[in-house]
């Protein structure tokens, strides 16, 4: 029974009192958060000596969870994209155990029609990953015969529908300029919170006020622990507008299921160098 937090990225301007060396900001992060989202992925497939030094800079716990090639899910839709799909699993291999999950974020033009080359990508992909699904497009959320045929294609190759959250963000109107630009591209779908496997993986969104975002998290709280204790070890990223704070905000979240759940491994201590405002 584990617990991942963490946030999208592991480096930001606002951490740079944390993250002293520029040469190893993942492993500053690592101090702070068990578990990254490889959004970087997505755009570029990184190279071998890159990625080895992601791994040197972790231990084998850490948990990165990165994002299939915009080529091989947006470009060319899951079929004939062996290449980039191949490339990019070779260059994540230095990761070893520290691959979470794969992450297949499919875009919103994405829907029940397509699911075909969905489960053929999934059937090809290697069984040593696990495989975690993004989908947007409003018909899995508001059709239940479409989220049923998601869940059959989901379930029969062991991967996890992934849900982003963003319900909280969108609960009032933006404050922010920052708010402002996450209202204009960040999906607006229902909280959906079924888990399909034994490690599933959650997006949450919040806003630029931390005590919003704190008090929005509260179903997860509940749904996170009720996992832990069905045997489940769920990850928990976290995001805001600015994501100036995540890496305390990923730690508060932590300690929050970790008062319900004490016997919850706690996370690594950071080394001091600023307070943690927000405990």
């Given amino acids: ?59 084998p716990e850490f948990r990165f969870v ?24 070779t260059a994540i291999e230095p990761l070893g155990p520290r691959v979470h999950a794969l992450w297949v974020q499919l875009p919103a033009s994405f829907g029940p029609g397509e699911l075909g080359p969905l489960a053929g990508l999934l059937r090809e992909l290697p069984e040593r990953y696990r495989y975690a699904v993004e989908v947007r497009h409003r018909a899995f959320f508001e059709e239940e015969r479409s989220a049923r ?80 204790r069905e045997g489940r070890s769920p990850t928990v990223f976290v995001h805001t507008p600015d994501n100036a704070e995540l890496m305390m905000l990923a730690r508060r979240f932590h300690a929050e299921v970790r008062e319900r759940v004490p016997d919850l491994e706690p996370l690594p201590e950071p080394a001091p160098t600023a307070p943690m405002t927000l405990f």
């Fill in 149 to 228: 045929q998601l869940e059959h294609v989901l379930e029969r190759a062991g991967a996890e529908w992934l849900p982003f959250d963003t319900t909280t963000l969108f609960a009032a109107r933006p404050t922010s300029p920052g708010e402002r630009e996450a209202w204009s591209k960040k999906p607006r779908l229902p909280r959906r919170t079924h888990a399909l496997t034994d490690h599933p993986i959650v997006r949450y969104h919040g806003r630029d006020d931390s005590a919003a975002t704190i008090a929005g998290w509260r179903p997860w709280l509940e749904i996170v622990t009720g996992w832990l």
């Fill in 1 to 59: 029974m584990r617990l991942h937090v963490g946030c999208a990225q592991w480096t930001h301007s606002a951490w740079a009192d944390r993250q002293p060396n520029p040469r190893e900001r993942l492993r500053s992060y690592a101090q702070w958060c068990n578990a990254v989202e490889g959004n970087t992925t997505f755009y570029a497939t990184p190279a071998p000596n890159t990625v080895r030094s992601w791994a040197a800079q972790t231990d």
């Fill in 66 to 89: 990165p994002k299939l090639p915009k080529p091989v899910t947006h470009e060319r839709r899951m079929s004939g994209a062996d290449d980039p799909l191949r490339e990019f699993l």
